[in-house]
């Protein structure tokens, strides 16, 4: 298949890498890590880029020692150029945009940026951006970037290494898994990554132990259902131990309480016991259990105590020296040094093209309708627009609330016109809206698409001389993008207006009918996109 598949690409989110590209990676850890224990130089040399010119840039915008430093070391490795961001005196503090640092330090010869950042979705941003610059500068590389941890949102490496550390325990068996995930799974951007992750198995079985206030995130919950996952809740561990089916692999977070105000610092030893592991409960464990965490363990409160370091339940001290080689192998590929002999299924970038304005043939309007009377008030429209069916279903405040939208949105605030709500014919518990607008309204492709990304489901109805004319109904688009007014709602997300980043929202829709923003990854209802 050639080394093209993974030259160049960046990994923002887990599923940037399909389940054969990712079970790809791990074989040649396997291979990598055997070598080194073994210091096999010949079977190394195989995996090292070698080459002093090949740039690779840490910039972290937040503490890290794992993550920096087995990515260092993992660069050292290679016998490349390693360069870190000095952060706190660069242009960053005079108010430059990450687009155009990370374009600065590309034109330097460097093709591997490695960032942890507090803004989600920055490497998505950063990966088109730096291609288009690439391009206009004639560089010869396409740079990569590589999610060291974004907000709450991602943390794929760490998600590569515990993958590699749950096939190591599982013998390299794909079958099934059965995962218990413990601790602060609000603000664990590692659990989230799970949700996309666990994928590799082909049986997926997730318990999820945490009190409500450190719940996993709906959405990503609601995922990991998408995906197969059987899930349960428990509110602790003591809840947890309750019952017999006990998962053989526990994966501990640390709980980020000073994260969360007041009210929950006075609560932190009680919620901190319900996912802390205590003595008493060891005696419930299956046979074989293994504990792993992300680490770092809080020295005064960690949810692994450290009387467990020395037994066989340690699975975390392994899993985080597993990190270096995962992240080996991750650079080789991205640098094109491995990969010819990959023959799996690899990424492709989705593009559903489907219509969602539909036009109903004149000959398809019924005759009726034709002549159907919609009125601008008290007097019928002879000549204008009329929207239908807006938010059928829904609740009169919603409606109303919707209509003020649409209006606003499709710019028919001005002239004449009104709103009205109505109930179905068949069901007069059903309501619906409608938009009234006379006199002359030009509709081009691009405000048909703008009705449809904010009026999904409604008829439009243009009216001459008292008859329907055109018909179209709007369906909801499978991409959203290319309008001034969107955004994401997810302050933390870089295409969030709140961080001037210039970058334009865009959305994608879910196998549920939301829209996922395609930097961030928060999903919002059509209704929750503009702005
Ligand atoms: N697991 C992890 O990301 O650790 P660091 O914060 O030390 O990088």
């Known amino acids: 298949m050639g080394t093209d598949v993974f030259t160049g690409r960046s990994l923002a989110v887990i599923d940037d890498l399909t389940i054969s590209e990712r079970r790809y990676l791990f074989e040649k850890t396997r291979i990598l890590k055997e070598a080194l224990l073994q210091d096999n130089q010949d079977k190394l040399s195989g995996f090292r880029i070698d080459d002093p010119d090949f740039g690779i840039y840490e910039v972290f915008l937040e503490d890290s020692t794992r993550t920096r430093e087995s990515f260092r070391n993992a660069a050292k490795f290679h016998r490349s150029k390693v360069s870190d961001l000095a952060t706190d005196s660069s242009s960053f503090n005079k108010g430059e945009s990450y687009a155009d640092t990370f374009n600065t330090l590309a034109g330097y010869h460097n093709s591997v940026f490695i960032i942890r950042s507090k803004l989600e979705g920055v490497c998505r941003w950063l990966e088109e951006e730096a291609a288009l610059y690439a391009q206009r500068n004639g560089l010869t590389r396409r740079p990569s970037f590589i999610n060291a941890g974004d907000g709450k949102h991602e943390h794929p490496t760490q998600e590569l290494l515990d993958e590699f550390t749950f096939l190591e325990d599982n013998g390299w068996d794909t079958s099934s898994i059965h995962l218990a995930l413990v601790g602060d799974l609000y603000h664990g951007r590692t659990v989230h990554s799970k949700a996309d992750g666990m994928r590799i198995f082909d049986s997926v079985k997730i318990d999820l132990i945490a009190p409500v206030e450190l ?25 947890y131990l309750q019952q017999k089916d006990i998962a053989d692999k526990w994966y501990f977070t640390r709980p980020q309480l000073e994260r969360m105000g007041e009210q929950i610092l006075k609560r932190q030893d009680e919620l901190r016991a319900k996912v802390t592991f205590r003595r008493e409960f060891t005696d419930s464990l299956p046979k074989g259990t293994k504990f792993y965490h992300p680490l770092p363990r809080h020295r005064v409160h960690p949810t692994i105590p450290t009387f467990l370091d020395d037994t066989p339940l340690n699975g975390w001290e392994r899993q985080s020296i597993n990190g270096m080689y995962v992240r080996i192998i991750l650079l080789a590929l991205v640098a094109g040094k491995i990969g010819d002999d990959f023959t799996g299924e690899a990424k492709r970038r989705d593009r559903v093209d489907e219509e969602y304005i539909v036009q109903v043939e004149s000959s398809k309007i019924h005759a009726s309708e034709k002549g159907e009377a919609y009125s601008e008030g008290v007097r019928p429209i002879l000549n204008g627009l009329v929207i239908d069916h807006i938010c059928k279903g829904d609740d009169p405040a919603t409606i109303r609330r919707h209509m003020a939208l649409i209006s606003k949105v499709m710019g028919l605030d001005d002239g004449k016109g009104g709103e009205w709500i109505s109930t179905s014919k068949k069901d007069s518990g059903m309501y619906k809206g409608i938009i009234f607008r006379p006199g002359s309204h030009q509709l081009d492709r691009k405000d048909l698409k703008r009705l449809a990304a904010v009026a999904a489901g409604c008829t ?67 209704k929750e996109i503009w702005k």
Do not use: W
Not at 233 to 239: K, R
């Open 460 to 526: 439009l109805n243009i009216i001459h001389d008292g008859q329907v004319v055109e018909k179209y109904r709007t369906h909801l688009p499978p991409r959203i993008y290319n309008f001034d007014d969107l955004a994401c709602n997810n302050k933390a997300c870089i295409s969030h207006p709140s961080h001037n980043e210039g970058v334009p929202a865009r959305f994608v829709r879910t196998r549920d009918n939301r829209y996922s923003c395609s930097y961030c990854g928060t999903v919002h209802t059509f």
């Open 215 to 239: 719940a996993m995130p709906e959405s990503y919950r609601l995922r990991m259902e998408e995906n197969g996952y059987e899930v349960r809740i428990f509110d602790s561990i003591d809840a």
